[in-house]
């Protein structure tokens, strides 16, 4: 963009950009912590409240101290951190046990039913840790290619048979024939469409794990639902953990199941996250060229007709470029090698070419950002 008066160079706009997420973050999170504290706050005070009155009535019945029911109470508190409980579980740490929890630390879900007690056991986890979870956000990027890969030849067969269909398909020279068999990177799938399919898919797993849980975990289908997006989207609280009961019927079965859920679930969660992420940066574009527009009326104009473009190539159903996606993990290293090496040497780096407002990232960002082109304006 044009340097002159109050518009914005491309790293002025992307710090411009950052700042506007951070806030609006911040204001959802505000709005988060309003909202969920109406809704749990009155429970929370009547569940204290009910406490306080069994607590009382225990003491009167059997006549126990107070002070040393408490005592009690805080060592039972620490056997459960251990993984004790009042009913029967299995064991924590077996091998089994021990494969859910690695499970667990390198896809980042963390439940918490199950924590190293010793300090080698917490040492380890540091290491372990930070080696898994690199390589599983690397496994994520590499199927969040393949899944955009498969549903970009699924699209491409059905744009194919609607052409056929409705007789736009029907060659009559040679040039419309090799047009007819041009390559998949011709033809490029909307990310809003992806984003329709991959979440299609998300509810289709969620729902079909969420039947499996209400019947084998005694769970209400509500409270299986709210597992399986807290398991998938990987927050993991640990208030709702499967398979952790000591025997179950079909329990090979069961187990596997729930492994196979959970490492879809995550998957396509994963996937679409990042494809919304996508939405959110165009909303965030609209709100930072509506403020720029706002503040600069003689650009204004100017901005709107950007603005309409983009809207217009974003609702036009742009594609995806498959051969260009199924690069781009493969040069994001180098991407951020050398935007450090620019950084140290030459300061911040400054960009020449088109921006899409936020252009150059590096993992999902790249793939998501540069290859669904309805975020990209160099065409």
């Known amino acids: 963009r044009s340097g002159r008066g109050l518009s914005l160079t491309p790293l002025n706009e992307d ?18 912590a309003a909202i969920f504290s109406a809704l749990e706050h009155p429970s929370e005070l009547r569940a204290r409240i009910i406490w306080k009155q069994q607590l009382d009535n225990f003491t009167r019945r059997h006549r ?5 029911l408490h005592t009690l109470l805080r060592q039972y508190e620490e056997a459960n951190g251990a993984g004790i409980r009042v009913d029967a579980l299995r064991p924590r740490w077996d091998f089994s046990g021990a494969f859910y929890f690695v499970g667990t630390v390198v896809s980042t879900i963390g439940f918490g039913m199950t ?7 917490k040492i380890f ?18 199927f969040l290619e393949r899944i955009i890969t498969m549903l970009a030849y699924i699209m ?11 007789g736009v398909g029907v060659m009559s020279s040679g040039k419309e ?5 041009d390559s998949l990177e011709g033809w490029k799938p909307s990310v809003y469409y992806v984003m329709l399919i991959l979440g299609l898919a998300s509810v289709v797993i969620a729902c079909s794990a969420s039947t499996l849980y209400s019947s084998m975990e005694n769970w209400s289908y509500v409270d299986s639902l709210y597992f399986c997006f807290v398991a998938f989207s990987t927050i993991g609280f640990g208030d709702l953990v499967s398979s952790q009961r000591e025997q179950y019927e079909s329990q090979g079965a069961y187990r596997l199941g729930n492994c196979l859920f959970i490492l879809m679930g995550v998957c396509c969660i994963y996937s679409l996250f990042n494809v919304i992420s996508i939405i959110i940066k165009q909303i965030l574009n609209w709100i930072l060229g509506k403020l720029v527009c706002s503040g600069q009326h003689q650009l204004c104009s100017c901005s709107t007709r950007r ?13 995806i470029s498959v051969n260009e996606f199924m690069v781009s993990n493969k040069v994001s290293l180098a991407l951020l090698q050398k935007q450090l090496s620019e950084t140290a040497h030459q300061g911040p780096r400054q960009s020449h070419g088109h921006q899409n407002g936020f252009s150059g990232g590096v993992g999902a960002l790249a793939i998501m950002n540069n290859r669904l082109q309805e975020t990209s304006v160099d065409r």
Not at 64 to 68: E, K, R
Request: aromatic share 10%; charged share 20%; proline share 1%.
């Open 64 to 68: 126990v101290n107070l002070g040393a």
């Open 125 to 142: 986890l540091i290491f372990y840790g930070l080696v898994g979870c690199a390589s599983t956000i690397l496994f994520f990027n590499l």
């Open 15 to 32: 710090n411009a950009r950052f700042c506007l997420l951070a806030g609006l973050i911040l204001l959802y999170l505000l709005c988060g």
């Open 307 to 319: 603005a309409e473009v983009h809207m217009d190539r974003r609702l036009s159903g742009e594609m």
């Open 177 to 181: 024939a090799r047009e007819e068999e």
């Open 115 to 121: 924590t190293p007690a010793t300090i080698a056991g």
């Open 156 to 166: 491409r067969w059905c744009h194919e048979r609607r052409l056929r269909c409705g």
